[in-house]
């Protein structure tokens, strides 16, 4: 009889708390992992500070301040994983290598505003002064230039395939996930699936 843990490496489910850490593995690309954290840290804190802005509520411009530090920290992390996803990338000359250079060229154009923005933030946050609409304006650059380097990163993977294509194994069946039958028992048929 095969070990638990056998069963759960190669496709068997996952039952217990335990069986999180046998499949457990970081094979996923961590540049789309820490692209997602610049994203939404990066349009909370725009959305925070215009919420301070309009409603007048303080506590929304200390949210503001405080997600666009994170952002800016964790961007680092988007950055250098991006250019080891780069480095494993076989990519010919074509359409998918245009979008490849722009979304390169956009990343540190975009951290570079996003450390400006930080460093004009924080110079209010000292001072207790109120968010201006010059800086919603500006933050609002950032993030529409995010915006575009974003579509082209999804571009990349989504359209071309870059960093998925024979990375990830074939999810597993209901038919095979289902339990062997015991001796003298008969096996699920597929309508007990409601498949046809």
């Known amino acids: ?26 094979h996923a690309p961590l ?39 994170a952002a800016c920290a964790l961007t680092v992390l988007t950055l250098g994983s991006g250019v080891s996803s780069r480095l494993r990338l076989p990519m010919e000359e074509g359409e998918a290598r245009s979008f490849l250079r722009t979304h390169m060229a956009l990343g540190p154009a975009f951290y570079g ?8 933030r924080a110079s209010l946050w000292e001072r207790s002064a109120r968010v201006s609409i010059a800086y919603l304006a500006a933050m609002g650059a950032v993030v529409l230039l995010m915006t575009v380097q974003g ?40 309508e007990t699936w409601g498949t046809t």
């Open 1 to 26: 009889m095969p070990r638990k843990a056998d069963v759960v490496r190669e496709g068997g489910p996952v039952t217990e708390l335990r069986d999180v850490g046998r499949v457990a593995r970081l």
């Open 31 to 69: 540049h789309a992992i820490f692209a997602h954290f610049t994203i939404g840290l990066t349009t909370s804190s725009l959305a925070f500070d215009a919420g301070s802005v309009v409603l007048g509520i303080e506590s929304l411009a200390a949210a503001g301040w405080w997600t666009l530090a």
């Open 113 to 120: 505003l996003l450390l400006a923005t930080t460093v004009w």
């Open 151 to 190: 579509y082209l990163g999804g571009e990349l993977v989504y359209r071309y395939g870059a960093e998925v294509r024979g990375r990830y194994r074939r999810l597993p069946s209901a038919r095979e996930l289902q339990p062997r039958p015991k001796s003298g028992q008969r096996r699920a048929t597929d």
